[in-house]
């Protein structure tokens, strides 16, 4: 089945110490997307990939950053990770940028200590 | 601004019950309207959606959504619920300004009771 896969499902970091997290689709999807979701709170968008185009949004902290190495995968780079960066770190993506569905990965729970 | 609002937080409904999840959307122009459903400690599942066309929309696990231009609502339903259906339910409208992403709203916990 097409699907989007995240790794690890869990992670945990220690403050300050640099964590990578991944994601990979099967759908053949020109967007890629990472959201941001803390406890009981909506999706936030961090930034997103259209095709080899980075797009990131205003408010997404220089701390946080991504790479598309090919159309498959794309990765989440947290280079110091705080205490409030604990979060579930969903992956997602559509086939065009034009707002239409979002298929979404199972997430990745990151906990910093 | 583009904006959605689910007003109820949390929801408690009797298994066997019917539902209706509400959310309101402000928008400019005509969105794409998504319901997405969560349960704890997985990513998000699409439901429904609704582009175009039979304002009343079917999507999986029994689920309907019924888009009301004039009340800018988009309001999910359930005739019969099962307790599996227990879980975190978030209305989405797109695109945003910048053409991109979606706009979720706050989302709305459902419980079921026995």
């Known amino acids: 089945d097409a699907m989007v896969i995240q790794n690890p499902r869990y992670q945990v970091t220690q403050f300050g110490k640099p964590v990578t997290l991944s994601c990979s689709q099967t759908?053949?999807?020109?967007?890629m997307y990472w959201y941001q979701q803390k406890s009981s709170q909506a999706p936030k968008l961090l930034f997103h990939?259209?095709?080899?185009?980075?797009?990131n949004e205003a408010d997404t902290p220089d701390n946080f950053q991504s790479r598309r190495p090919n159309t498959s995968f794309c990765f989440l780079d947290i280079r110091s990770p705080g205490l409030g960066d604990a979060a579930m770190y969903l992956c997602?993506?559509?086939?065009?940028?034009?707002?239409?569905?979002?298929?979404f990965g199972p997430g990745t729970r990151l906990t910093v200590t | 601004a583009q904006s959605v609002t689910q007003p109820d937080i949390h929801i408690t409904v009797s298994e066997g019950a019917s539902l209706e999840l509400r959310c309101n959307y402000s928008?400019?122009?005509?969105?794409?309207l998504f319901w997405y459903v969560q349960s704890p400690g997985q990513g998000l599942q699409l439901l429904l959606k609704?582009?175009?066309?039979?304002?009343l929309v079917q999507g999986i696990k029994g689920f309907e959504a019924e888009f009301k231009r004039s009340q800018s609502s988009f309001n999910l339903r359930k005739p019969s619920v099962h307790w599996s259906d227990a879980a975190e339910y978030f209305c989405?409208?797109?695109?945003?300004?910048?053409?991109?992403?979606?706009?979720f709203g706050k989302g709305t916990t459902l419980s079921v009771s026995s």
């Open positions: 928008y400019g122009a005509t969105p794409y």
């Open positions: 989405a409208v797109g695109p945003n300004q910048a053409g991109t992403a979606l706009i």
């Open positions: 609704y582009f175009s066309g039979d304002t």
């Open positions: 990939y259209y095709d080899k185009d980075f797009n």
């Open positions: 997602a993506t559509s086939r065009d940028s034009k707002g239409r569905e979002q298929y």
């Open positions: 759908l053949n999807h020109n967007v």
